[in-house]
């Protein structure tokens, strides 16, 4: 996503503050102890935790969406896919790519489940216990964990995007076109309608009681300890 400077440093800043013991009194006040290193190891274990998503969705999506044509479809392959690739994020829903669909005798896409697609909650799930990330969660896991099924989504997307043009030198991945996704579908989550916001709680409390199953034992996540010089 795209940042000024000062909103990078804030964010981060965030994060190592929030990462203190909870066991001090409340309100209890902290002399600065954050230095640049510290920003630094934080800022890279960040992008490596995303680029994790990005890497999945980039290598899975053409199994996934099935982008390839079928064995003598009269189509060329890389028509076949752009072809494909439009009806998911160019069609009347851009964000059709996040649901759960079928498709009908006449190849029509119908929509069985919002913001259910099973490729992206594979890719949700593999970041957060696959990957021992959990503690990312945190107190508020139902809302934590749409944030991160944003994330894939609009890690999905870029991928697809990708694969869209006719020939693969497009790289989707720059903050723009990744961020503006991202804030898309954070805003489809919020004009969902409150039978369809209450299927997709659901849904989500439904990856939380699935998602540990996929939870490495002996792993551990630690920040990049690159950085030798811890300058303030």
Known sequence: MVYSGAQRKSIIDKVIEDSVPQFFKP??????????????RVGNALSSKRGRIIDFAR?????????????GHPLPPKHYRVARID?????????????AISFDEHNNMIVLAK?????????????IWYWGCASFLGESPLKTIKYIVAV????????????????????????????KKFKD????FS??????????DQYLSYMLVIG??????GIVESPSTSDANDST
């Open 27 to 40: 309100n209890v006040v902290f002399q600065a102890f954050i230095t640049n290193s510290h920003r630094r």
């Open 59 to 71: 290598s899975s999506v053409c199994q996934a969406f099935d982008l390839f044509p079928p064995r």
């Open 87 to 99: 009806r998911f994020i160019n069609g009347h829903d851009p964000l059709m790519f996040m649901h």
């Open 115 to 127: 913001f259910q697609n099973s490729f992206i909650l594979g890719n949700a799930i593999r970041f």
């Open 152 to 179: 894939s989504g609009a890690a999905t997307y870029c991928s697809l995007k990708e694969q869209g043009q006719d020939t693969l030198e497009v790289d989707a991945f720059g903050g723009k076109i990744f961020d």
């Open 185 to 188: 579908i954070l805003r489809a």
């Open 191 to 200: 004009a969902l309608t409150p039978a369809e916001k209450l299927e997709f």
């Open 212 to 217: 540990p199953s996929q939870a490495r034992q």
